[in-house]
């Protein structure tokens, strides 16, 4: 059974960098899309980015360059990396993994990082 | 960015009840759309893929139709349960996008 556990520090100031893991079991890392989304307090769903086990990787542009996704292959898991976080980035951060080989759709979700930006 | 526009915001309706969300894309994505519900505080859960394709477990009250623009899904018979917030997600094109969320209460 496929199984996503997610961590990182949930408290941050203003200018640090956010950092994520998330770690899979019951499969492996190959033919698969790893995404991050996240969801600000009270409001709705935004896709961060994606990475494709080729090493395609994509990005929402709405980010201006601060994000960086990649994967350890070795230790199943993937990260996320947001730079410069502002109060806007605060969120609870979900990482997900592609319901098919090949497939984007989010059929499987890690249990969700609350990450709070505050000086 | 492909925007996807969810209608209504929310909506009340009775057990038992049939309830249909739409999702409308600025441009076409053929039939590369899911539907996900989301209850508070928690990850969203995948309802539907590929526009009408049901996920394995989902109850089959729920339903999705559409291509190209248009898209909804149905609850055919509303149950205390299906008390959620839902989203659309598009994979017609990078970035991909999400619906502003459909909250469906209870009556």
């Known amino acids: 059974q496929v199984q996503l556990q997610q961590w990182g520090a949930g408290l941050l100031k203003p200018s640090e960098t956010l950092s994520l893991t998330c770690v899979f079991s019951?499969?492996?890392?190959?033919?698969?899309?790893w995404s991050w989304i996240r969801q600000p307090p009270g409001r709705g769903l935004e896709w961060i980015g994606e990475?494709?086990?080729?090493?395609?990787?994509n990005y929402n542009p709405l980010l201006n360059g601060r994000v960086t996704i990649s994967v350890d292959r070795a230790k199943n898991q993937f990260s996320l990396n947001l730079t410069s976080v502002t109060a806007a980035d605060t969120a609870l951060y979900f990482c997900a993994r592609g319901l098919r080989s090949g497939w984007s759709y989010a059929g499987y979700w890690g249990q969700g990082s609350l990450v709070t930006v505050s000086s | 960015a492909i925007q996807l526009t969810q209608s209504p915001s929310s909506l009340s309706a009775s057990v038992g009840d049939s309830v249909t969300i739409t999702c409308r894309a600025s441009q076409g994505i053929s039939i590369s759309l899911a539907w996900y519900q989301q209850k508070s505080g928690k990850a969203p859960e995948l309802l539907i893929y590929a526009a009408s394709s049901l996920q394995s477990g989902v109850p089959s009250r729920f339903s999705g139709s559409g291509s190209g623009t248009d898209f909804t899904l149905t609850i055919s018979s509303l149950q205390p349960e299906d008390s959620a917030t839902y989203y659309c997600?598009?994979?017609?094109?990078?970035?991909?996008?999400f619906g502003q969320g459909t909250k469906v209460e209870i009556k």
């Open positions: 019951g499969g492996s890392f190959s033919t698969f899309y």
């Open positions: 997600q598009q994979f017609g094109d990078y970035p991909r996008t």
């Open positions: 990475i494709h086990h080729s090493g395609s990787i």
